[in-house]
């Protein structure tokens, strides 16, 4: 009560048939919930989403638009889909971006996909991989 527990609650069981039961439970636990097939597909699917979100707008992201690269249809698309305040503030050639400017546009993209729901990005994902499309 005086703020100076410093362990895990369980470590403190001395109880073996507790201790028994709870490693039992983290067993089952392990093989019923984690390795349940839906929650194994949403979690790869998960990964899907990002993977495919996070390339999608670092491409972007590293594009010059006044610099002459080549940005196509798809780009702009995309581009436009970047809220103002996640896109780079100064617009440079790609080799001309310092490491720490390549990471800072990364973590731009970076805080704009990890804003999202879950909902708002497989939805967002759905659209660009065009597995959703609105009329």
Not at 18 to 32: A, D, G, Q, S, Y
Not at 38 to 55: Q, T
Not at 86 to 110: H, N
């Amino acid at each position: 009560m005086n703020g100076r527990f410093d362990k895990a609650l369980v470590d403190s069981i001395d109880d073996k048939e507790i201790l028994e039961n709870l490693e039992l439970m983290k067993t089952l636990v392990r093989k019923f919930v984690y390795q349940y097939p839906p929650v194994l597909e949403s979690e790869a699917s998960g990964f899907e989403v990002m993977e495919h979100l996070i390339d999608s707008f670092a491409i972007t992201s590293n594009i010059c638009y006044s610099c002459g690269e080549e940005e196509t249809a798809k780009d702009k698309k995309l581009r436009s889909l970047l809220p103002e305040e996640f896109q780079p503030a100064v617009e440079k050639e790609i080799e001309q971006l310092s490491d720490w400017e390549k990471y800072e546009r990364v973590l731009l993209v970076l805080d704009y996909i990890t804003g999202m729901t879950d909902k708002y990005a497989i939805n967002l994902y759905r659209k660009i991989k065009g597995l959703q499309v609105e009329y």
